[in-house]
């Protein structure tokens, strides 16, 4: 059943739109299930409580399209209302039967219907039909099988099928990765990792193609015959003639015709050669035969060789658009370094959520970001026309003009906004009933000091020493840190300066320094890797120290802390850094102030224990609602479960201010919880009056500080830890913020 299953899937996936993939779905199932009739329902996009006929296998072809049954109407209805299967063996006696006039089914009354679920909504139902012989339970549970297996299919071939049109307009949706808004036009940067990640592109230069690709297959050809040859000594003839026949597939016959037909059409180089290999592999995996079947991974082994050598070819040079629209299934922080900041407009991801890396960076920079968008078609958007929402999470591909005029009335009230927000920014933050706030901003750029000194503020909360760790192929020395730290400690001299020491695994991986684990964000990251290499941890430190030589206003804040014994063993190396360097100078080296960032579940519980051993703690919201709701930040499946206002997260907030309080430990909130607004609204009323957020986050927080009272803000805060969830909060909050006049900081418009 298995293979048959996979046979169905792996066809639908290869579907260019959605009717094609439906009729390849009815065909399979009267198949494989010896019906004689198969109907697929789909929900109206414009409608999602609607169903209507979008194929139909063995009834009249003449009602597809014109058949739909509401959520509870008819069997049909039923069973998308209910998300569960039926199997009847006399449909037209069911009281819920609805008679399709003309359609034939009465003639097969034996039905087994199942609906197509993905993200807890019903997208369809599949229905099956005969004039005898029920369905039995294999049957039932091959169909519900099939049904799971192709949800995410049918999503995905409905959003091909979209996207193809290139004048229709089509939103897409994910989650809120960073606010803002912008248009421009799409851009997938190809690293030529797998051939799925190969985007569709035409090509006006058909000759520069061929010339790419005949030069990339050559050297391939070349490459195999070099390793047969110095394989020949340690391998057997017939593993040797691998090689020889890998060459002899690129020496000429269907898979080079095939790819030059392609590129004579006018499409570019790597998604003709994609295409190929994956009709050719497809072939294979057809056949009945084991071992001609597992033939397809050859050739998918040698379609990647080349792949490889035409991608190097193709990303001499790129040419980026005046307003970019990054695009990809997993953008990361290395592709937005390799896009010029005044090019990059905003970012769309397939994968990751408001808290993962990318998003945070982009949050930094001021680029609006849509992360976790399901089945987003990335191959088909490169130059596609894109409007970007990063308050709604949303985009548009291939704007309307209406669309297009929304969001450049909706630019200009955001710039008019920004504006009216200059005003305060030499203002000190403080409430209406003169409750003094601290805000500092989150960096690990040079180039947000002086973005940050001009919006007011009043230090550094938190800057991310991994940045210059990643953009390197190497561990910086000890001088390249020191002077990147006394840069931003002279910059902000006379404020304080939060470095925050080496926090990489889990999201944020160094390419020189690989870490495979099943689950990264429980692994090896954070403090744990710098205790287990000191060395990393010696080498940092001591350039921190050094670097606050004669200005004095750094502070060390150590990610990840579990417990009191991290704590120790690095305050002892820490100390032993400033002997040493004291002892080089001759002379006596301030000690700057140590924090904790409170960011797992084990330091909520032991924060007395560990404030205790600090001058102070700093609250890591991202991690902390990800420990504590057990959602992965970066899986787009769970994205919408991810709220750093859901009252389990506020409800420990509250214990680590109260447990901070036993020794007058102070206590700050760095996470991206700081720079929304609503967030703001609710760490006030905990009691917390310091908070560090993006450059661009900064201005909006303290016109939210000067718009209510610190009374008010606690009392709202009673009020959200009795709501049941953080739909509801953000709700209270978002409302509160209405009556201010201050919407426009959470959605697009005034």
């Known amino acids: ?57 063995g009834l009249n072809p003449a009602i597809i399209g014109n058949v739909e049954r509401k959520l509870g109407q008819g069997l049909i209805g039923t069973i998308a209302a209910r998300a569960e299967a039926m199997n009847l063996l006399d449909a037209p006696k069911h009281k819920k039967f609805l008679l399709v006039p003309d359609s034939g089914e009465v003639d097969f009354p034996i039905m087994l219907g199942v609906p197509i679920i993905a993200h807890r909504e019903v997208l369809g139902v599949i229905s099956v039909q005969r004039a005898k012989n029920a369905f039995n339970e294999d049957e039932e549970a091959y169909l519900t099988t099939l049904a799971a297996q192709l949800a995410t299919s049918i999503e995905r071939a409905e959003s091909k099928g979209r996207v193809s049109t290139e004048t229709s307009t089509h939103m897409i949706k994910g989650v809120a990765g960073a606010p803002g808004m912008a248009i421009g036009v799409a851009m997938v940067l190809n690293r030529g990792v797998n051939l799925e990640s190969v985007p569709d592109k035409k090509t006006d230069d058909i000759d520069g193609e061929l010339k790419s690709f005949r030069t990339a297959v050559s050297k391939v050809c070349t490459e195999l015959t070099d390793q047969a040859e110095k394989m020949r000594a340690s391998l057997p003839e017939e593993e040797c003639a691998l090689f020889l026949a890998y060459a002899q597939m690129l020496s000429g016959g269907s898979l080079i015709d095939d790819t030059e037909k392609g590129i004579n059409a006018g499409n570019w180089a790597p998604s003709s050669w994609r295409d190929t290999i994956e009709q050719h592999a497809y072939v294979f995996t057809q056949m ?54 005044d090019c990059l407009s905003g970012i769309v991801s397939a994968h990751g959520s408001s808290s993962s890396h990318v998003a945070i960076l982009a949050h930094a920079l001021g680029i609006p970001a ?79 000091h002086t973005p940050s000194l001009r919006s007011g503020a009043e230090g550094v909360g938190l800057y991310r020493t991994e940045i210059p760790f990643q953009i390197r192929d ?45 689950n990264p964000f429980l692994g090896w990251r954070g403090v744990r890797i710098t205790l287990d290499h000191p060395e990393i941890f010696v080498t940092q430190v001591r350039a921190m120290i050094r670097a606050n030589v004669g200005i004095n206003n750094l502070e060390i804040l150590l990610p990840m802390i579990t417990g009191k014994g991290e704590l120790e063993e690095s305050l002892v190396l820490i100390n032993r850094v400033r002997a040493e360097i004291e002892e080089e100078m001759g002379e006596k080296i301030w000690l700057p ?158």
Not at 10 to 33: C, F, G, H, P
Not at 318 to 335: K, M, S
């Open 1 to 57: 059943m298995i293979h048959r299953l996979q046979r169905i899937v792996q066809e639908v996936n290869r579907a260019t739109d959605i009717d094609s993939a439906l009729v390849l779905i009815t065909e399979s199932l009267m198949q494989d299930l010896n019906a004689q009739a198969c109907s697929i329902f789909l929900a109206k996009e414009s409608d999602p409580g609607v169903m209507i006929l979008q194929a139909s296998n």
């Open 288 to 341: 009945e035969d084991r071992y001609l079947a597992e033939r397809a991974n050859d050739i998918r082994d040698l379609g990647l060789r080349v792949l490889r050598k035409l991608m190097l070819e193709q990303s001499l040079y790129l040419d980026f658009p005046e307003q970019t629209i990054l695009v990809g299934d997993e953008v990361t922080a290395t592709d937005l370094a390799d896009v010029p900041l």
């Open 370 to 448: 849509v992360m976790g968008v399901p089945n987003l078609p990335v191959k088909k958007l490169d130059g596609v026309n894109l409007v970007v929402d990063g308050y709604s999470g949303s985009a548009f591909i291939n704007p309307n003009k209406s669309i297009l005029a929304e969001y450049k009335q909706y630019l200009k009230e955001e710039a008019a906004i920004e504006q009216d927000l200059l005003v305060i920014k030499n203002q000190p933050a403080v409430t209406t009933d003169q409750h003094q706030v601290s805000l500092l901003v989150n960096s690990g750029l040079m180039s947000d």
């Open 474 to 518: 190497r561990f910086p020395s000890e001088e390249e840190q020191f002077l990147i730290y006394r840069n931003v400690l002279e910059t902000f001299k006379g404020m304080p300066v939060v470095l925050r020491t080496l926090d990489v695994g889990g999201d944020k991986p160094l390419s020189y320094f690989p870490i495979s684990e099943a």
């Open 593 to 750: 102030k140590i924090g904790a960032m409170i960011e797992v579940p084990s330091a909520v519980y032991q924060i007395e224990d560990i404030c205790a051993l600090v001058d102070f703690v700093s609250i890591g919201t991202n991690d902390l609602t990800q420990y504590l709701l057990a959602v992965d930040r970066n899986n787009e499946n769970v994205a919408e479960l991810y709220s750093s206002l859901h009252p389990a997260v506020l409800k420990a907030m509250c214990q680590i201010v109260q447990g901070a309080e036993a020794s007058d430990t102070p206590v700050s909130v760095c996470g991206e919880l700081a720079g929304d607004p609503l967030g703001v609204m609710a760490i006030l009323g905990m009691g917390i009056d310091s908070l560090s957020m993006s450059v661009g986050s900064l201005l909006r927080a303290k016109k939210v500080v000067m718009s209510f009272s610190h009374t008010e803000l606690t009392e709202l805060l009673q009020q959200a830890l009795a709501l049941p969830d953080a739909f509801l909060i953000r709700e209270m909050y978002a409302g509160k913020l209405d009556e201010r006049g201050l919407g426009g900081f959470i959605r697009a418009g005034k």
